[in-house]
């Protein structure tokens, strides 16, 4: 077994020094290991800090204490610490993150923002207009649409078109922030489907999704982060 | 964990990438008892996009007419690396070697594009100036790279002999760009780029921006006190406030996880991306 | 027309050619720092004279500090020996220093001019001294003084050729058609002051010494005989010299820089020799142009004197 990512002894703490100092303890021991065909998601209640762990695995958020390892080109490396183009460079080839959110970037094509992630790996032109387009068609997406910047299309639509970006070429680590949030059930259908196939490929999955249905058709492993819980929830 | 770890320090970040471009060493500037900016280090990489942010007076200014070689710094190094060229401090040569140096090696482009362009000069003459300083005496080759950039820069070729006076203040600043940029620079600073442009014009001009960056592979430094700007362009952040560097790592980690209490409040009067 | 006067009797109220000694000397020495330094412009304490500023002050003072007793003075305005101006500098010299004038070129040892540079080739011996209003090719172009002389002191004239360059773009070819700018000596860019370009390839390797004195703008720059002198031009534009579809049309010059005149009120026109004692000359020598000997050529050669 390869371990893919894992948290070690992951602490978070914000303080929110604009309001009077108060700090919140959201994550404190994390540890968790994530190994390559793994899909683990992640439960608990809301503000237990499920997206939280999410982001800190991603490099968004900075631990206050303990470490994130990330397998990177066959090495573990810890995202605590490491240098700026160290963590775009890991996110660049090893740590995809999907949302439901779309950053629209203005002016390019649906089919060009699905394939670039393609392009950037060194795929060749045709194979990656003909993959971007097996999965835009996928994704139900109306063929009108595809060589229109996504800014005008529909929240849906947009989503849509994100998910197909973000698993079009699957990472080795794929961070899923509920991207089937707001999606109909043809579509939910379809993401579930590809999460599976990524994994099945050999990518380890952490994610977070609030259908229940999705969550246990997804996961290979459920992990309830109230046990990553300070006990004493927030303090001044 | 008992897995073996590696430095994160080792992580391949593609080719050239193996050495900073830009080295600033403690870099501090006083107006007679007034801090402009203080003891300021880091390293800037081929290709990386580096934001500095602040409000009016926190020195982001100060510290980039000190990097771009327009102000010379109080104390503290500037380092250059151009392949293997190396110049430990650019304020060390003489003004002649860094003058030529600020004309190939990097760029700037001011907020204000008159500060930038020579006004009394056609759109083809001010691209075409820099192409004369590196050497360039074969008028129809210089006609041929000015019509290119400003198709580059979305400015209609047509225009190619009309002065900047005559151009808006969105194509003015993308005239500055195609300036800069067709002496093919490692590296641009610039200067609240969108600043004193409409919306709509400021949202053009950042896509061409953001595009041209990574069609190039070009290392910029930005300041801005916008912090969508900084989101939209910046791979990383330094905050500054009152002449330090108060806050600074990957740009979303700073603008959604800040730390400093003065980050805290930046981030907090801006609505969420 | 008288051609050449004898030195007649110097006016004694004077110093000898109007300055007094130590302005002479500070003069000359801006001229040896000049001649040592080709086309770089030196800075000089130009004096007051009796005449305006931006009337050929600077060559005056130029003139004044290396004319002696013996010298023999010609004085040209756009080519000519006799109009107001030339005339007037002659007569100044004549009083103040009690020196022979002349209008032939090969006879002067001193020639003060403005705006043109003789037809006949130079010798060496001669001096040439320019009356100059603008001493700085890249004022036009970047009006902050500190600024143009750290251009001039790296070299850094890539300006110059974006004036070049909006000449082209807008008429197709390079416009400038005087005060075209010369690379001296593979170093300086200078202002050959208004002289046509059609001068400009006479400006190098020229056997005689060039010096160039601007009153107003207080600064003298030289170029030592047989200096290498380059007009700035494209790979793809070459430098070129203007040219006429007629010869001279009272000599029959097809070698000299033509002025266009015009002849009567009814908008007839003829193309004469800028430089007046070269067309004198060559007429002299039995060469006829189209319209010598008719009326309007007569007009022009001060009727039927000779």
């Known amino acids: ?40 998601v992640l439960s608990g209640p809301s503000g237990a800090g499920k997206s939280t762990l999410l982001r800190i695995l991603y490099g968004n958020y900075r631990p206050t204490s303990g470490q994130v390892l990330v397998r990177h080109e066959g090495h573990l490396v810890d995202l605590v610490g490491a240098a700026p183009r160290a963590v775009l460079e890991i996110r660049r080839r090893t740590l995809g993150w999907v949302s439901q959110f779309l950053r629209v970037i203005p002016r390019i094509s649906a089919l060009d923002l699905v394939r670039d992630p393609l392009l950037a790996r060194g795929i060749g032109e045709s194979e990656a207009t003909r993959r971007a387009r097996d999965m835009l068609a996928r994704m139900n997406l109306p063929e009108s649409l595809w060589t229109l910047p996504p800014q005008t299309f529909s929240g849906g639509e947009q989503q849509r078109v994100n998910i197909a970006r973000s698993l079009v070429d699957p990472a080795p680590v794929l961070l899923l922030d509920e991207p089937t949030a707001s999606l109909d059930a043809a579509n939910r259908d379809v993401v579930v489907e590809l999460v599976e196939a990524a994994r099945a490929r050999g990518s380890a999955i952490v994610g977070i999704f609030h259908d229940e249905a999705v969550r246990s058709r997804v996961a290979t492993r459920m992990v ?12 001044p | 964990m008992s897995a073996p770890l590696d430095s994160a320090a080792k992580v391949a970040t593609g080719a050239d990438g193996d050495a900073p471009l830009l080295t600033a060493t403690g870099v501090t500037r006083f107006y007679g008892e007034r801090i402009g900016c203080e003891d300021v280090s880091f390293d800037l990489w081929p290709g990386e996009v580096l934001g500095i942010v602040g409000e009016s007076g926190s020195g982001k200014s100060t510290l980039l007419r000190c990097l771009a070689g327009l102000d010379r710094p109080t104390s503290g190094r500037i380092g250059f690396r151009d392949g293997s060229r190396v110049t430990p401090d650019i304020f060390a040569l003489d003004e002649q070697r860094r003058r030529a140096l600020m004309r190939t090696a990097w760029g700037i482009v001011h907020q204000n594009p008159r500060d930038g362009l020579r006004m009394g000069v056609s ?13 360039d005496r074969h008028y129809g080759n210089i006609r041929v790279a000015a019509v290119d950039w400003l198709q580059r820069v979305e400015i209609d070729p047509a225009r190619i002999d009309d002065r900047p006076t005559q151009f808006s203040g969105g194509m003015q600043q993308r005239l500055q760009i195609a300036r800069v940029l067709v002496s093919e620079p490692k590296l641009v600073y610039m200067d609240e780029p969108t600043g004193g442009l409409d919306v709509s014009v400021q949202a053009r001009l950042l896509d061409l921006l953001r595009a041209l960056v990574r069609d190039l592979g070009l290392a910029a430094i930005i300041v801005t006190h916008d912090l969508a700007v900084a989101r939209l362009l910046t791979d990383r952040l330094m905050v500054m406030r009152r002449g330090r560097v108060v806050e600074e790592g990957l740009t979303d980690q700073v603008l959604d996880d800040p730390q400093h209490p003065y980050t805290q409040l930046l981030t907090a009067s801006v609505l969420a991306a | 027309m008288q051609k050449s006067v004898g030195p007649p009797k110097r006016d004694e109220a004077y ?21 040592a330094v080709p086309g770089y412009q030196v800075p000089f304490g130009s004096r007051e004279m009796p ?27 756009q080519g000519a020996d006799d109009t107001t101006n030339a005339v007037s500098i002659r007569r100044f010299f004549a009083r103040v220093a009690g020196v022979a004038t002349t209008e032939a070129t090969g006879e002067a040892s001193i020639i003060q001019t403005r705006h043109r540079i003789p037809e ?33 002191a790296w070299g850094d004239y890539g300006l110059m050729h974006v004036r070049l360059y909006e000449d082209i773009a807008r008429f197709g070819r390079v416009a400038t058609t005087y005060s075209y700018p010369v690379l001296v000596n593979g170093r300086y860019v200078m202002s050959p002051s208004p002289i046509p370009k059609f001068d400009n390839p006479k400006l190098g390797m020229c056997a005689a010494l060039q010096l160039f004195g601007a009153g107003r703008e207080k600064r003298i720059y030289a170029i030592p005989p047989w200096t290498e002198v380059k007009s700035l031009d494209f790979d793809d534009h070459p430098f070129e010299v203007q040219t006429w579809d007629e010869p001279c049309a009272l000599c029959g010059a097809a070698d000299s820089y033509l002025d266009e005149v015009i002849t009567d009120d009814k908008g007839s026109r003829m193309f004469v020799c800028s430089d007046s004692h070269y067309c004198e000359e060559r007429r002299a020598a039995g060469h006829v142009g189209r319209l010598l000997g008719s009326e309007t050529g007569q007009k022009l050669t001060g009727g039927a004197k000779e």
């Open chain 1, 1 to 40: 077994m390869t371990t893919m990512i894992a948290v070690d002894g992951v602490g978070k703490t914000f303080v929110l020094h604009n309001q009077s100092g108060i700090r919140l303890n959201v994550l404190a021991g994390a540890s968790l290991s994530v190994e390559a065909g793994e899909a683990v």
């Open chain 1, 224 to 235: 309830d982060v109230t046990s990553f819980s300070p006990r004493i929830g927030s303090a």
């Open chain 2, 123 to 135: 759109a083809g003459g001010n691209i075409g100036e820099r192409l004369i300083d590196r050497g």
């Open chain 3, 15 to 35: 110093n000898f050619a109007y300055l007094d000694e130590q302005t002479k000397r500070m003069v000359r020495r801006a001229l040896l720092k000049a001649v």
């Open chain 3, 51 to 77: 005449l305006a500023r931006g009337w050929g002050t600077g060559g005056i003072q130029v003139t004044a500090s290396v004319i002696g007793p013996d010298d023999t003075l010609k004085v040209i305005d």
């Open chain 3, 120 to 152: 006949a080739p130079l010798r060496a011996g001669q001096i040439l001294v320019y009356q100059v209003p603008q001493p700085e090719p890249l004022r036009k172009l970047e009006p902050k003084e500190a600024e143009t002389r750290k251009m001039h």
